[in-house]
């Protein structure tokens, strides 16, 4: 798979990982091992805040090729992400997460909802314990920000109106002598934030 040069700029991803979880009780399983017998590349190649791809500063305008690049995607253990093959690797810059969230389904009622998020890549995923959602807040305005678990520890930022979709269907519980607001899916409790007060 060529996709750089090794005249290619060597950018870095950003290594500052969101915040801690909120959300889920479950722990990811650390992502795959990259094999050490792939040659390392220098490839050209980010991937926006918004989703889009990248390659030598120019859009990729091919849905497929971004897919087929997708499929190869991997994260390291120290937060890194990677384009490999059988035979060749090399690093991509991430703004935040490789893929966004742009549509929800839900089905359901209670802790037997499931939601289900389709990716800016058309895969759509059910969130649960394998798919887990976590909301990061910022520190300074208190904004939420929610994840969800793609695969391998590559995650979707799920954008402000499928937010607020899932906000609707929100329920309330107690925990630890406070309240919050989640939502259930595959009979797991997702906390989204703690009510004012709580």
């Known amino acids: 798979m ?108 209670g802790d037997e909802q499931v939601l289900s998020f389709r990716t800016n890549l058309d895969e759509w995923v059910d969130c649960g314990p394998d798919h887990p959602i976590r909301v990061v807040h910022n520190p300074e305005n208190g904004e939420p920000t929610p994840y969800i678990l793609i695969r391998n520890g590559l995650e979707a930022r799920i954008l402000r109106p499928v937010y607020y979709e899932m906000v609707d269907r929100a329920d309330t519980r107690g925990h630890d002598g406070e309240a919050e607001v989640g939502v259930w899916s595959k009979k797991v409790f997702f906390a989204l934030g703690r009510l004012p007060g709580g």
């Open 2 to 109: 060529k996709v750089g040069n090794d005249g290619a700029n060597d950018k870095r991803p950003n290594e500052t990982r969101p915040g801690e979880v909120t959300g889920g009780e479950n722990v990811e399983s650390p992502p795959p091992a990259l094999p050490l017998t792939a040659r390392e590349q220098r490839f050209d190649i980010r991937i926006a805040r918004d989703g889009t791809w990248f390659h030598e500063g120019d859009p990729i305008r091919r849905i497929e090729l971004v897919k087929l690049f997708a499929t190869v995607l991997r994260r390291d253990e120290a937060g890194v992400f990677w384009l490999v093959t059988p035979v060749e690797r090399g690093r991509i810059v991430v703004e935040d997460t490789p893929f966004v969230a742009v549509e929800m389904a839900a089905s359901g009622n």
